[in-house]
């Protein structure tokens, strides 16, 4: 069974030793930053702040910061088991007879069972304040010196589209501005961005409906920031991920579900036309993003448990624990790459390329100019066409060894020859780009040259020990006590 909420995910972690409890008060202003940016950075435990300064409710911090947690919040024994799950259901392919549609069955079953369902009530509506309610009520951090707040950092930020009705979930930063007011950063190539432009468009009353929901079991706090196909409900895919449907409830003052298990949900209107200056804020670049006009979400009903926790997180010089989120789609979402583009064989990205400044990609090399195929593929898929630069090497080539994707890419390139420039869509954090959102990106080809590609010499062949010799010192090596020696 599931995680039914986030308590029983940190009971887990407790019992795991996944779990530190922070028992003095501890000042939501830099100080839970600090405390858990040394955590994140040493491997350490994910963090409750049983008394964070000013607030009634604890603080819950550095949830996923390792891969080992990331494995239990997916109930995994390791991410590629989460993948080979995905790789089978896409293997879903026309049956040609009976005993292939029998083979089927499971694989729907299992698809049929994940959709979302509306439920009566939720814990997330044990308590329902329409008046006298502050969002400085919560522990909501400032994490960085200069940052132009408070953040709420990981929201699960609900819209509908007012085109079709399609529900989005995002996890976009809100700077809090008041006690109801915070802005909703909404870059422009995000969905919550097309939904706030097509209500815009359309003019449905000035408003656009929200809804935040706050903590929740772990996987399902993971459904704004999964990489989900656009018509694919990221509810729908995190019930796929949870074994187990995701239960939502109706909002008591907007039309929107959000998860009943929820800590806490903020309910409103986004005011269609009013913009107001968010920022700076320290992103995960580990620089400061600069000022910036954004919408303004106004907050008219809180809803959540009668003894809450809010769930933060925390951006900043890498590595962080957005690290190990990204490292977890790169590893669940490869099978779904592989299926669009089967000559990649692994991809990689380094927590220092921050997710969108550094991809390397190893590919089976069938045709000249393949490696380049393979860039521009990539700089179509979704949030990968953010990628500035994009290194593909051969498939023999180890990404999980940096010291050899190093090796083997600079010996492997002129780079006049194998070094091309596109412009495009970058990200909107992207500080160094000729403007915002738009800018240029560079692809490698680090792969082995071929004649048809005007390579006119001979590809040396790489240096290897042959297997007899290193069986034989292997037999020796005890003896020799080698590695004992200072």
């Known amino acids: 069974m599931a ?24 000042d939501p202003i830099l100080e839970i930053t600090e405390i858990t940016d040394r955590a994140v950075k040493a491997g350490g435990p994910a963090l409750l702040f049983e ?15 390792t891969e ?3 494995e239990l919040a997916l109930e995994a024994e390791s991410l590629d088991e989460v993948a080979a799950r995905i790789a089978s259901v896409l293997d879903v392919q026309s049956p040609q007879g009976i005993l292939d549609k029998i ?33 400085f009520d919560f522990p909501i951090l400032q994490c960085w010196p200069l940052d132009g707040g408070r953040y709420i950092t990981w929201p699960m930020v609900i819209t509908k589209n007012p085109e079709n009705g399609k529900r989005n979930v995002g996890c976009y930063r809100m700077q809090v501005f008041d006690e109801r007011t915070t802005g909703m950063h909404w870059q422009t190539q995000k969905h919550g961005a097309d939904h706030y432009r097509s209500a815009s468009s359309k003019g449905k009353g000035g408003k656009l409906d929200v809804a935040v929901a ?4 772990p996987v399902t706090c993971l459904a704004g920031i999964l990489p989900v196909p656009p018509d694919m409900d990221e509810f729908m895919f995190s019930g796929f991920l949870r074994r187990e449907s995701v239960e939502l409830v109706a909002c008591k003052t907007v039309d929107l579900e959000v998860p009943a298990n929820a800590e806490i949900v903020l309910e409103g209107q986004v005011e269609l036309g009013e913009l107001r200056t968010e920022g700076p ?26 003894d809450p926790l809010y769930l933060t997180t925390i951006v900043g010089p890498p590595p962080q624990e957005d690290y190990f ?21 692994d991809v990689a990205m380094p927590a220092e390329g921050i997710f969108q400044n550094l991809m390397i990609v190893s590919i089976r090399k069938s045709y000249p100019g393949h490696a380049r195929k393979t860039m521009n593929a990539i700089w179509s898929l979704g949030q990968a066409m953010f990628t500035k630069v994009i290194v593909v090497v051969d498939h023999d080539v180890n990404l999980r060894d940096s ?20 412009l495009g869509p970058v990200d909107t954090l992207d500080h160094a780009a000729r403007r915002q959102d738009f800018g240029s990106k560079m692809g490698i080809d680090a792969t082995r040259k071929w004649p048809e590609e005007g390579y006119a010499g001979r590809w040396p062949d790489e240096i290897r020990m042959d297997a007899a010799t290193k069986r034989r010192v292997d037999s020796l090596w005890h003896q020799l006590e080698i590695a004992k020696r200072k």
């Open 214 to 217: 706050i903590g929740a079991d």
């Open 325 to 345: 989120i990204g490292h977890a789609i790169e590893r669940i979402f490869l099978p779904v790459m592989k299926l669009q583009h089967p000559e990649i064989v």
């Open 51 to 65: 008394r964070p300064k000013g607030s009634k409710v604890p603080a819950v911090a550095n949830l996923v910061g």
């Open 3 to 26: 995680y039914q909420n986030l308590r029983q995910f940190l009971q887990k972690l407790e019992k795991e030793g996944e779990l530190a409890r922070v028992a003095p008060e501890v």
């Open 68 to 70: 080992r947690r990331m």
């Open 281 to 306: 804020f320290g992103d995960h670049t580990g620089f400061y993003s600069l000022e910036g006009q954004y919408p303004v979400f106004h907050v008219t009903c809180i809803t959540h448990r009668k």
């Open 403 to 422: 010291r050899e994707v190093v090796w083997k890419a600079l010996c492997a390139i002129d780079p006049e020859r194998d070094i091309q420039f596109v």
């Open 103 to 135: 083979k089927m069955l499971p694989k729907l079953a299992e698809l049929g069972s994940v959709f979302p369902k509306t439920v009566r009530s939720g814990d997330c509506q044990e308590v329902v304040r329409t008046e006298g309610f502050s969002l």
